[in-house]
């Protein structure tokens, strides 16, 4: 009953916000991207912004500039914001340095719609690092292996942790991007890997022969640590199959790869690529679910098991194209906004047994096929007669 009466009243709020009143607009500001010589860059583009309010960073994400004019719409609404909240905002692109940094302070007179500011972020150009190459020697069971780097950065260490299967580099870069190639030996790591950057999973291009794995890592400006598992070991594997028996083979039963802890950094690609940043606070909205609620049952696991494996065959491709297409990028944000503006509801309902895990997650599959199946359909009926 409690779980019928949630749906009913999700699905009122729903129509409400759809077919009510609708929202205010946002307001929006407007960028221009020069260098020093009053020229328009080519895009893209990327703008970091922080709020900040009595010197306490409220949030920090990035947004993706991608016209040069653009303008750009967030609801910054004066009711939303604390007064003196401050909207720092730096541009950064790859091969400039970056923009000096402009602050907007919401005021008791911010305007809660049309523009809010129109700026000029310059930025100044620079010599591009100079590449370093180098190789580095690791140890696996006994054996040496060797790394080859090719980095704007300064590569600080190369080791190899076995128990954990994982090869972890530490780079320090003191411009405002730079990139690490890794030549990296498949006696070394195998795949299928996963390469986490400052322990959130980031999805590459590798190229692959049979000796070894290129992998390409780009980075902002600061200390990052760069991590390569292989959820298979290649040493071990080999030894293990030399000495069983062919009875064996036969009777074994495979081995279930884990689902990453939460610790692992794994993230909604395409809401990532959708609201600009990891940090974006719809995606920590989803994290927050993931880790905290449905990964804590074994029901709500599965499901993110079985969840992942179709999801990661085609949200790579979606995000790529997201980040090219700024109209596609929209049209994403407008389609995703409802099923997760319905996921919030889980933040304030108890989610800690089995049976509260399926009751809820079914009444928010119904709910959402409310939404995405039933309203168009009725709006359809509705329009034709």
Same mark, same amino acid.
């Given at each position: ?56 960073v ?23 914001? &604390? ?22 302070t ?6 809660t ?26 140890t ?5 292996h060797?790394?080859?780097?090719s ?41 299928p ?11 590459l ?7 070894e794995?290129n ?7 600061g ?33 279930l ?10 993230g ?20 927050e679910?993931? &880790? ?11 499901f ?45 309902? &108890?989610? &800690? ?11 928010l599959?119904?709910?959402n ?17």
């Amino acid at each position: 009953m409690r779980f019928l009466l949630i749906l009913i009243l999700s699905i009122g709020l729903f129509v409400n916000t759809a077919f009510g009143v609708a929202p205010p607009p946002p307001t929006n500001f407007v960028v221009t991207i020069s260098d020093e010589s009053n020229n328009k860059l080519e895009i893209p583009s990327i703008l970091q912004i922080e709020e900040i309010l009595n010197a306490e960073v409220l949030a920090s994400y990035q947004i993706d500039v991608f016209d040069n004019p653009q303008t750009i719409s967030i609801d910054w609404y004066a009711p939303s914001r &604390d007064v003196n909240t401050e909207i720092h905002i730096v541009a950064i692109k790859q091969g400039y340095q970056k923009s000096q940094e402009f602050i907007f302070t919401i005021t008791s007179n911010t305007p809660t719609e049309g523009k809010l500011f129109e700026h000029t972020f310059v930025l100044n150009t620079k010599e591009t690092s100079k590449i370093t190459e180098k190789d580095y020697q690791v140890t696996k069971i006994g054996k040496s292996h060797t790394v080859g780097t090719s980095s704007s950065s300064n590569i600080q260490s190369v080791n190899f942790i076995e128990n954990e299967n994982t090869l972890l580099i530490i780079v320090n870069e003191d411009s405002v991007s730079g990139s690490t190639s890794l030549n990296i030996p498949t006696t070394l790591i195998s795949t299928p890997l996963q390469v986490f950057l400052d322990d959130t999973t980031i999805i590459l291009s590798e190229e692959k022969s049979d000796s070894e794995i290129n992998l390409d890592i780009e980075y902002p400006n600061g200390v990052h640590s760069i991590r390569v598992v292989s959820t298979i070991d290649t040493d071990t594997s080999q030894n293990e199959q030399g000495i069983k028996s062919e009875f064996e083979e036969q009777i074994e039963q495979p081995e279930l790869v884990p689902v990453p802890s939460p610790s692992s950094g794994g993230g909604c690609l395409i809401a990532t690529a959708t609201y600009g940043s990891e940090l974006a606070p719809e995606v920590q909205k989803l994290r927050e679910l993931r &880790d905290n609620s449905l990964l804590s049952t074994e029901s709500g696991t599965n499901f993110m098991n079985s969840f992942n494996d179709v999801y990661y065959t085609f949200s790579p491709v979606i995000a790529d194209y997201e980040r090219e297409n700024p109209v596609f990028k929209e049209m994403v944000k407008v389609a995703i906004t409802p099923m997760i503006t319905s996921l919030s509801i889980l933040h304030y309902v &108890d989610m &800690d047994s089995e049976e509260s895990v399926l009751g809820y997650g079914i009444s928010l599959i119904m709910l959402n096929v409310v939404m995405y199946i039933g309203i168009p359909i009725l709006a359809v009926m509705k329009f034709r007669k």
